[in-house]
Nanobody
Framework: QVQLVESGGRLVQAGGSLRLSCAAT?????????IGWFRQAPGKEREFVVA????????DYADSVKGRFTISRDNVKNTVYLQMNSLNPEDTAVYHC??????????????????WGQGTQVTVSS
């Protein structure tokens, strides 16, 4: 059974940083699985944040987080990390990680991911 478990979310002040983790069990990251982060704020639709290819050599960032967020992965630990810097209140949301079989960089931000985690809450106070 595949499970994705996010952690690291908490309350932080504007301008602060957080690192989220996404740990996978039941699948091997290196077996051609792309990992994406999506977020959903109250009353808003889920939106793409960032995604990374299986080897880590390709990434895709939403414009709203480019230059502030960095995604990385450790295929030995089956874990993906999301380093978030210069956080602002608009980043407040539940952050979900997701996994799907990799089909190319152009599809990284496509939300058709197969497996999803339950999410971790990030709250940024002004």
């Amino acid at each position: 059974q595949v499970q994705l478990v996010e952690s690291g979310g908490r309350l932080v002040q504007a301008g602060g940083s957080l690192r989220l983790s996404c740990a996978a069990t039941g699948l091997t990251f290196s077996s051609n699985y792309a990992i994406g982060w999506f977020r959903q704020a109250p009353g808003k639709e889920r939106e793409f944040v960032v995604a990374i290819s299986p080897s880590g050599d390709s990434t895709d960032y939403a414009d709203s987080v480019k230059g502030r967020f960095t995604i990385s992965r450790d295929n030995v630990k089956n874990t993906v990390y999301l380093q978030m810097n210069s956080l602002n209140p608009e980043d407040t949301a539940v952050y979900h990680c997701a996994a799907k079989y990799y089909s190319g960089t152009r599809y990284l931000r496509d939300p058709s991911y197969t497996y999803w985690g339950q999410g971790t809450q990030v709250t940024v106070s002004s």
